[in-house]
């Protein structure tokens, strides 16, 4: 599939199919992650791979009160827990670079991107869920202090097309030379 085909067709999806994923498949949406840009090369990102019923369960139930993915976690036949390591991407020995202070959500994001897109080349579908309670799942994962969770993205064979939602202009959103100032 063309990049750009890729980008524009991809849909959050939160119906699955009971297929499984085989470890080949998990091993290719590993490597995307992987081979994600990040700042300074400090790949921040850590991953938790979740396949256990129980486990998958408890995530649904730390997710926000009617999220619209709890019903996606659950299903799933593979849940990943998108997490960063705090205080090493935008720090040059441990000072902060930007004025944004820790850059870890950026280059999580970005490894999200990834995967996301990688799957949708390989005939899967995700959805990212980022309103859960996230200390009490960086709890019930065990994750070490500098390392929060970030993102929770079920994935799976999709249960049934998804229908683009309506998309901004270009002209909605892109400035020149200065804020305001219109294309």
Request: charged share 25%.
């Amino acid at each position: 599939m063309e990049t750009r085909e890729c980008i524009k067709n991809r849909r959050s999806i939160r119906n699955f199919t009971n297929q499984e994923i085989s470890e080949e498949i998990l091993r290719e949406l590993l490597e995307a992650v992987r081979w994600s840009p990040s700042w300074a090369n400090t790949q921040c990102w850590e991953l938790i791979v979740v396949r256990e019923q129980a486990n998958k369960e408890k995530l649904a139930e730390l997710l926000a009160e009617r999220n619209p993915g709890t019903k996606a976690v659950v299903q799933a036949p593979l849940v990943l827990v998108f997490c960063g390591k705090k205080g090493v991407s935008g720090y040059k020995k441990g000072v902060s670079l930007t004025n944004k202070g820790d850059w870890f959500m950026f280059d999580v994001g970005v490894a999200c991107q990834n995967f996301c897109l990688a799957a949708h080349d390989l005939g899967l579908g995700t959805v990212q869920i980022g309103n859960y309670d996230h200390q009490s799942v960086d709890k019930f994962l065990n994750l070490a202090g500098d390392v929060e969770s970030v993102a929770i993205i079920p994935i799976g064979y999709p249960a049934k097309e998804s229908i683009a939602p309506s998309r901004k202009e270009i002209e909605n959103f892109v400035f020149l030379e200065s804020y305001g100032k219109k294309c």
